[in-house]
Every structure is written in C-alpha cells, then in structure tokens.
C-alpha cells in the first residue's frame, strides 16, 4: 500500500500563474484534508472533504479550490498564485468520523515568485 | 474556539536526559488531543493520541502524555532521549463535530545533544 501520496514533491510558480496538486490514498479513507506549513506557524487547514463529491472551507481557505469527484482523490487548485502562497503543502486522510489519527502524504513544496 | 499552545519553539536535551514537551489546549467541548511527530523533509507520524479513554497515554518510540484536565494541559515526556528523537513535535487537539478538523500547534523543535 503506498498510503497518501502528492504530486508533484516540487513546484516553482510565478505569480499569476495556475496549479493544481493532487492528493492520492489507497486506504478508503472517508476524509480528507489539505493543509499549509509555515515556519513558526504549524499547520493550518485549508479545505477538507467528508466524502465524495463534498468539500468545506477550513482556516485558510481564500486563493484556493478543491475538488473531490473520486473518494480516493483530493485535489488542490490554485488560480492565480502569489508570493504568500509559498509554502509546504500537506494532504491527509482519516478513516471516518473517529479519533484515529490523521495519515499524512510527504508534502509539496511550492516556491511562488 | 479551540485552541493549541505549546511552550518554547525549540528544546535541547543531552542524550540519555528526560523530554519534556509543553503543551495547553482550549476547547468547550472535551477534546480528542494529539501528538504528532515531523523528521526533515517527512510528513507528520502520529505518536499518541487522547480520547477520553485513559488519561496517562503511551505512544510509540517510549513516548507517553498525560491529559491533565485541571491544567488543560497535554505535556509530552519521554524518560531518555536518543539522538533519533530530534524531529519537530506537534501537539493537536480535534472537534467532535462534523470534519473532525484539527488544530495544531506551532511546533517545538527537539534538540539532542551527544
């Protein structure tokens, strides 16, 4: 099983440009989540999904989309990129509505100039 | 609102010493509390996990945390460090609603010195 998998691990924007990383898990994992890593900062949740066809809006939702038309798929889109989107981004699932623990995807770093 | 801090942004122990890492919580509800472990370049592994089961709880890698109501505090210890133990910790705590969405703290770097 290859758990949570994100493409690409890299990625150098300039600004205005558009992107979308891809979050992929094999466990059958109801939720997802996508979140943003900054220095000093922890992780702060961007959008999540409860399920097929569902998403919702987290801490830092504004400059992003999701998209969640496969259980198995979590995709992050951003239209037109800026410099304070520079950041490690981080997908991760959880199995259901239970306090398991969340099962996170090695991250993409993204430079936006 | 919940709500996560953790005490001191970088901690430094010598090999073979305790580890102790702080952190407090808010919430209105009980809370679901985490701890999460982060080594360079890597994703976060969880190490231990409170759901209101027992309030001392171990985790992997010898690690344990004891849920402490009364101090809404959820400290992070481990007897003897080991130089595979530098990481960055993070302490979460999760809502029992719809999403379960989590928050998590800034992170405390650990330091171990030979």
């Known amino acids: 099983n290859a758990g949570v998998t994100q493409t690409p691990k890299f990625r150098v924007l300039k600004t205005g440009q558009s992107m979308t990383l891809l979050c992929a898990q094999d466990m059958n994992h109801e939720y997802m989540y996508w979140y943003r890593q900054d220095p000093g900062m922890g992780l702060r949740l961007i959008h999540y999904s409860v399920g097929e066809g569902t998403t919702a809006k987290g801490e830092v939702p504004d400059g992003y989309n999701v998209s969640r038309l496969k259980k198995q798929n979590f995709l992050l889109g951003l239209e037109s990129a800026a410099p304070s989107q520079t950041s490690v981004y981080f997908c991760?699932?959880?199995?259901?509505?239970?306090?398991?623990?969340?099962?996170f995807g090695p991250g993409t770093r993204l430079t936006v100039t | 609102a919940q709500s996560v801090t953790q005490l001191g942004s970088h901690v430094s122990v010598s090999e073979g010493a305790l580890v102790l890492l702080r952190c407090n919580y808010s919430?209105?509800?009980?809370?679901?509390l985490f701890w999460y472990v982060q080594y360079p370049n890597q994703g976060l592994q969880l190490l231990l996990k409170?759901?209101?089961?027992?309030?001392l709880v171990k985790g992997i890698n010898g690690f344990e945390a004891e849920f402490k109501k009364s101090e809404t505090s959820f400290h992070l210890t481990k007897p003897s460090a080991h130089m595979s133990d530098a990481a960055e910790y993070f302490c979460a705590v999760s809502d029992r609603t719809g999403g379960f969405k989590t928050i998590f703290g800034a992170g405390t770097r650990l330091f171990v010195k030979a």
């Open positions: 919430s209105s509800v009980p809370p679901y």
């Open positions: 409170y759901t209101s089961a027992a309030t």
């Open positions: 991760a699932t959880l199995r259901d509505n239970s306090p398991g623990g969340q099962y």
